[in-house]
């Protein structure tokens, strides 16, 4: 990713420029030390797998396409799954499996999907902690395009019977990035309320969703192609006494919002098309709001992550750029985020995402694994594809004490989000297989 100075600069400044940011480094770390908030702790995490008969193999998906769009559109899109980097196993709720005439999907249908995911996965993490969900006291729920009366969370409540007394938000319409906003959320709340007890934060999106779309335009028939069955169940606390049974120490969430320019609020749009089918369309310039959102995301994450010496490296740049005298373009500069972070879980939007993301951080193929055989074998799963990364990785035991995770999420909005987590002892292969039991052998697959 670039980093220039605004053009209203002279580089004559760069020397005083320098100084300032050394010692702007400096009291932000003092107020750091200062300021330290009280650490929060990851239990544990475990993500939904789908049932096998929700499986949609690319045979599946195409003689389904052509029922209800036709061949011509059918062929188009089964061209866009060939090159997605979805594999065979991806799973879609019931309601999408419907042969024509479908029916628009039904509040029941989603409230039997969001049940299926949201449960499984609170089932698969109260089973590994052995947490007794009295102890339960912050409830978070992220779901992006299906929101009830009553809410998400008061279907958990019910379900689980927890505390009367809970602190719980659902939170809608965030999009793809929503994940580290939850996480981001109940770290606040567990702050403020250290009594409070446990944090339970669910990620997910609900296919069988008003906007899943039943209509023949191309540009918005896309997301259909990628989005998945997923969701993760995420337990934190911020107890000392939980600190031995834990795996991660958060450390920062970052958050860039652009909705204040208009092209990144309509880049990801939710309308109907003009036979009245709602649906999300893509514009053409998601592409370069994402560009400006990395940029802008990472003037904020890089001086809190980076290493000295690659702090030391940027100084230099501006020294050298300042005095060139040359006409041509500015030099850009690329922080060697390996030296921060040693797992990185992107957000799986598909594969032209990732391979973006790879190509924007300078990454080698083995640090985007994690993310192309989530993507490979969950598909899109929205906010929770950066916890399928995790599991991956967990998964191949290549976890351990001291290791930096890094979170990086991307949606509507336009926003992108982060989480930073340190791994505070050596995880096991075992305690990370759940999604990936049965199937971490087989990768990694080209994809």
């Known amino acids: 990713m670039e980093y220039s100075l605004p053009s209203y600069l002279d580089y004559s400044t760069t020397t005083l420029l320098s100084s300032l940011i050394i010692l702007a480094a400096a009291y932000l770390t003092f107020r750091q030390f200062r300021h330290r908030r009280p650490p929060i702790y990851l239990l544990d995490f475990a993500c939904f797998k789908p049932p096998q008969n929700y499986r949609v193999p690319y045979a599946a998906f195409a003689e389904h396409a052509r029922f209800i769009v036709g061949e011509e ?3 188009f899109l089964v061209r866009v799954l060939e090159k997605s980097g979805l594999g065979e196993e991806t799973a879609l709720p019931v309601g999408a499996h419907y042969i024509e005439p479908s029916p628009r999907p039904t509040m029941s249908g989603s409230r039997d999907e969001a049940e299926l995911v949201i449960f499984s996965a609170i089932d698969d993490l109260l089973k590994k902690t052995g947490v007794d969900p009295l102890d339960i006291g912050v409830l ?25 007394d809970i602190r719980s938000y659902s939170l809608a319409s965030m999009g793809c990035s929503s994940g580290p906003i939850s996480i981001g959320l109940a770290r606040d709340l567990l702050i403020a309320n250290p009594n409070t007890g446990l944090a339970l934060i669910v990620s997910t999106e609900i296919i ?25 169940a995420i337990l934190l606390s911020a ?38 089918h709602l649906g999300i369309s893509l514009s053409k310039q998601v592409v ?15 001086p809190l992550v980076l290493p000295l ?58 640090e985007v694994e994690a993310t ?4 490979h074998r969950f598909g899109n ?29 991307l949606g509507g909005g336009f926003k992108c989000n982060s989480a930073v987590w340190r791994c505070i002892r050596d995880v096991d292969a075992k305690e990370g297989g759940g999604a990936w039991a049965d199937c971490v052998h087989r990768y990694p697959v080209c994809c």
């Open 208 to 232: 069988t969703s008003p906007s899943w779309y039943q209509g023949k335009l191309r540009s918005m028939l896309i997301p259909n192609c990628l989005f998945r069955l997923g969701g993760a």
């Open 309 to 366: 010496s690659e702090k030391l490296r940027y100084l230099s740049f501006l020294l050298q750029r300042s005095n060139k005298k040359s006409v041509s373009p500015a030099p850009t500069f690329v922080p060697e985020f390996r030296r921060a972070f040693d797992h990185f879980c992107l957000h799986a939007g598909g594969k032209a995402v990732v391979d973006g993301l790879q190509k924007v951080l300078e990454l080698r193929d083995e």
């Open 239 to 276: 107890s000392p006494s939980h600190r031995p049974r834990s795996k991660y120490q958060l450390i920062h969430v970052i958050r860039t919002h652009l909705a204040s320019d208009d092209r990144a609020y309509r880049c990801l749009w939710m309308e109907e098309d003009d036979a009245g």
């Open 73 to 75: 559109i059918a062929s």
């Open 381 to 409: 799963t929205s906010s929770s594809s950066v916890w399928y990364g995790l599991g991956y990785t967990e998964a191949k035991g290549r976890v351990r004490k001291g290791d930096r995770i890094w979170q990086l999420g």
């Open 372 to 375: 192309r055989m989530s993507l």
């Open 140 to 164: 978070v729920i992220n779901s992006n395009s299906f929101y009830p009366v009553p809410s998400l969370t008061s279907m958990v409540v019910n379900r689980y019977k927890l505390r009367s």
């Open 288 to 302: 370069d709001v994402a560009s400006k959102a990395l940029e802008l995301h990472f003037a904020t994450l890089c």
